[in-house]
Nanobody
Framework: QVQLVESGGGPVQAGGSLRLSCAAS????????MGWFRQAPGKEREFVAA????????YYADSVKGRFTISRDNARNTVYLQMTSLKPADTAVYYC?????????????????????WGQGTLVSVSS
């Protein structure tokens, strides 16, 4: 059974940076895509970024493109989200997601590429 543990969130001022980490266990990490989602207060969970099994291809929501970078270390079973130029609109609980397969399907709803398994999330709070 896949388990996900997110960390690295916290308070930050607008324009600042944070790096989130997600440690995964329960299956062969390097064989599956990984992703990040976020949920702001009073809003639905939304897709942020995805990375294929090899790390060679990445995908981003338009709202974070150019500011966030997803990466992975298959030797450490960990996926990262480097966030820069943070805005108050980025305030949310961030969750990592475990892919159903090795790739991310851009032709379908983002959540369909991932298992319905979530960690506790990590809160990012950006002040203006």
């Amino acid at each position: 059974q896949v388990q996900l543990v997110e960390s690295g969130g916290g308070p930050v001022q607008a324009g600042g940076s944070l790096r989130l980490s997600c440690a995964a266990s329960g299956r062969t990490f390097g064989s599956y895509a990984m992703g990040w989602f976020r949920q702001a207060p009073g809003k639905e969970r939304e897709f942020v970024a995805a990375i294929v099994w090899s790390g060679f291809s990445t995908y981003y929501a338009d709202s974070v493109k150019g500011r966030f970078t997803i990466s992975r270390d298959n030797a450490r079973n960990t996926v990262y989200l480097q966030m820069t130029s943070l805005k108050p609109a980025d305030t949310a609980v961030y969750y990592c997601a475990a892919g159903k397969g090795p790739y991310y399907d851009t032709a379908t709803r983002p959540e369909w590429s991932f298992l319905e398994v979530w960690g506790q999330g990590t809160l990012v709070s950006v002040s203006s």
